[in-house]
């Protein structure tokens, strides 16, 4: 967004700033150089600032608010930094540290420090950037603003300085770094990064009771820990912006303090899952001499789009263990109840639904998920599936050139008339259904080999260029759709769909979490790089976070070498963390107290059961308010399918935390296989006991394409190595 009345506003902050950073005031303590940026430590009575200037002209600054009065600052020692001043007044000490990226790009962090002498309280603060033309006054900038933090996503801000010609910056706060000062201060992070003209920035948060902050004596806390890149040639068109926002993302990501993410045996939970399945009574339903499954424990009209997402995630399971999974065979047996012959497609509902629902309403995704795990298992062989997906294809489309392929949330599937056009929190409809529907369409070339497949593939993604990052809808969607593109270039050869994908990419990051909150009950699970369901949900969801880790593993697999290294990196560690991160989804690994006890919107939550909870808070509210999914019953089997695989007659699981591909048996106890995670980062790959334990002689030996060995080790039963996470791999056992 741009603001055309930046020269109308100025606050007493700014104006305070102004001969600060003119130079008629204050003091100069550090001059240094980052890149292109010129950069001066400067302090005042009552801040510190950092000024960032290219080429002599205006440009960013930095601020820093000193707590009391009757301060006085000093330069220590640097001992690496750009630049380290220590502040000291009546009511405590505080400690700035600068440094800047090793090889020299314009990459910059600041930490700012604070230990109260005795208890502090702090009021509202003014928030931290500060803008300015080469004569230090704010009047005269110019900026374009594309992405900012999103209620308690990552706390970010992405724009661009036109004038003066500063370029794009990508600002940010480690949050992970500030999770002892919301602990103290009652306070949490939400929507604390924004564009609120003519201030923007970060501004601390307060006790929402109190409208204050405080702080106890002797406790140093983390303030700001800002992280700054630029970028001096600004990309403008929408797919560029995008690459841009990523690569800048992907280059401070180190910063962020990634988490290790830990092992989790997900074959045992996929295991217990498939007989909860069979066997709880609050999981199935009959109507018509036909099983379906509630969408919620005991709750909820059974639904298509929950059958055919538990029967995909079913097979692929069964063929994972090298077999036809009788369970499919009973879910698909009752699919027909939804086939609407007349209107060729798919209802949400069987015909018995009760009075209380809508028969005819369908949510626009809602059509067309279901079609694509139809089409998964006709893909895999199911003939009935691929029947069905062929009688009912001609209505997807349909519903696309009706609506131009620019869907509304909720339309009647008779006639295609509007029941709810746009959702309240943006006045958007569902903006990134297209990228799904592009993703069926080339389902639906892969099984036909159809031309006119690719070709409605091409028109919807065509449709939904401009959104930048407002694209993003629903998180998988938005995947699915990054998805479609990489395969649409694959298939056409036309680049721009290569680049397109980068759009669905940003809008999808902007929404993550790429923070490790230890907010009240939220230290009691995992939330660094989950992601909101919705553009405007306060929580994490179970089915959009395994369903877009099934989608990014597709994306990984076609885009290959050619992805820019941040996007590798980023979706690598998406998916890296999702196999920890959804563990916590289950009941089982969360105290008692920090799930939801009543006021549960859908059914009730059964501990002893291994379906997930539809949803996590990075605040800490209880877990599962919106109640424990059926339908999102087939994370354990995604994860489990994919991040472990079987080697026909070894002694164990072969499990990494990257994708591992290209296995092949060279003998009887060897394989080669290729680790596909990002360059200059390591992986872990371990064996892991299919049952019980491993054998104790087990010997296994791994070598990369360079000759290097390394050494396995044991963790908790299984052996674990790291190697280079993008290295082709020889792996040996003996003794068992």
């Given at each position: ?17 102004g001969?600060?950073l ?45 707590l ?65 033309d ?146 709880a ?51 698909m ?8 012959k ?10 018995n ?40 294809i ?49 389902q ?5 080999h ?33 998805a ?28 993550a979490?790429?923070?490790?909150s230890?907010?009240g ?16 949900a306060?929580?994490?969801a ?37 196999l ?38 990075p ?42 591909r ?61 190697v ?13």
């Open positions: 967004m741009a603001r055309d009345d930046q020269s109308q506003i100025l606050t007493p902050e700014l104006a305070a700033a001969p600060v003119k130079g008629d005031q204050g003091l100069s303590l550090v001059q240094a150089r980052q890149g292109g940026l010129r950069i001066d430590v400067r302090f005042d009575d009552d801040a510190l600032f950092i000024v960032l200037r290219r080429n002599g002209d205006g440009g960013l600054a930095l601020r820093f608010p000193v009391g009065a009757e301060s006085v600052a000093r330069i220590l020692p640097a001992g690496g930094a750009l630049a380290a001043i220590e502040c000291r007044s009546n009511m405590g000490v505080a400690r700035l540290t600068l440094t800047g990226d090793p090889f020299g790009l314009e990459q910059l962090r600041a930490r700012y420090c604070f230990t109260p002498l005795h208890e502090v309280r702090i009021g509202p603060l003014a928030r931290d950037i500060v803008l300015f080469s004569g230090g006054n704010s009047g005269g900038v110019d900026i374009s603003v594309e992405a900012q933090q999103r209620k308690l996503n990552t706390a970010l801000l992405y724009f661009t300085l036109d004038k003066p010609a500063f370029g794009k910056v990508l600002y940010l706060q480690n949050l992970s770094a500030l999770n002892p000062y919301f602990n103290a201060t009652n306070s949490k992070p939400e929507d604390a990064v924004k564009c609120d003209w003519p201030e923007l920035g970060y501004s601390p948060p307060l006790d929402p009771e109190t409208g204050k902050a405080d702080l106890p004596a002797g406790q140093t806390f983390t303030l700001y820990d800002t992280i700054l890149t630029v970028r001096a040639y600004p990309q403008t068109g929408e797919a560029d912006s995008a690459w841009q926002f990523l690569d800048m993302l992907g280059g401070i990501y180190p910063w962020l303090s990634p988490p290790e993410a830990e092992f989790r045996h997900w074959p045992s939970r996929a295991e217990a899952t498939v007989q909860d399945l069979l066997h009574p609050e999981a199935r339903i009959e109507h018509f001499g036909k099983t379906y499954f509630h969408p919620y424990t005991a709750s909820e009209y059974p639904d298509v789009m929950v059958q055919l997402a538990i029967a995909s995630a079913i097979d692929d399971w069964g063929r994972w263990k090298g077999l036809r999974h009788p369970l499919v065979r009973e879910i047996a009752g699919i027909e109840g939804f086939h609407d007349e209107l060729g497609t798919l209802r949400r509902y069987l015909p639904v009760g009075k209380d629902k809508d028969p005819n309403a369908v949510d626009s995704w809602y059509l067309y998920h279901p079609m694509m795990n139809l089409a998964n298992l006709a893909i895999a062989g199911d003939m009935q599936a691929r029947q069905l997906f062929h009688d009912t001609d209505y997807g489309i349909r519903s696309a050139h009706h609506f131009n392929y620019k869907w509304p949330i909720l339309y009647d599937v008779r006639d295609f008339s509007v029941i709810q056009d746009v959702a309240p929190a943006d006045q958007r409809g569902q903006t990134d259904v297209g990228g799904i529907y592009a993703w069926v369409m080339l639906a070339f892969e099984l036909t159809e031309r006119k497949y690719v070709e409605e593939a091409i028109r919807a993604i065509d449709a939904a260029k401009g959104m930048r990052f407002d694209l993003n809808y629903q998180a998988n969607l938005t995947a699915w759709g990054a479609a593109c990489i395969r649409l270039w694959r298939i056409t050869e036309r680049k721009k769909y290569l680049t397109q994908s980068y759009v669905y990419l940003a809008s999808f990051f902007q929404n979490q790429i923070w490790d230890e907010i009950m939220a230290k009691h699970w995992k939330n660094f790089l989950g992601v909101t369901c919705l553009q405007d306060p929580y994490m179970a089915y959009e976070c395994f369903d877009s880790f099934a989608a990014f593993e597709k994306y990984l697999d076609y885009g290959g070498p050619d992805l820019i290294p941040s996007v590798r990196l980023l979706l690598s560690e998406y998916c890296r963390h999702a920890d991160r959804a563990w916590f989804y289950y009941p089982d690994a969360l105290p008692a107290e920090g799930i939801a006890q009543r006021d549960i919107r859908n059914g009730y939550i059964l501990h002893e059961l291994n379906f997930p909870l539809e949803d996590l808070y605040d800490g509210q209880p877990a599962g308010q919106v109640g424990q999914e059926i339908y999102g019953c087939g994370a354990a089997l995604i994860f489990a399918t994919r991040s472990f695989r079987r080697i026909e007659g070894a002694p164990f699981l072969l499990w990494c935390d990257v994708f591992a290209a296995i092949h048996r060279i003998d009887e106890r060897t394989i080669s296989l290729r680790i596909d995670g990002p360059a200059g980062t390591e992986a872990r790959v371990a064996l892991v006991a299919q049952e019980g334990d491993l054998p104790a002689n087990l010997q296994p030996q791994v070598s990369t394409s360079n000759g290097h060995s390394a050494e396995f080790t044991r963790h908790n039963g299984r052996l674990e190595v790291r280079p996470a993008d290295e082709s791999l020889l792996l040996r056992w003996s003794g068992a």
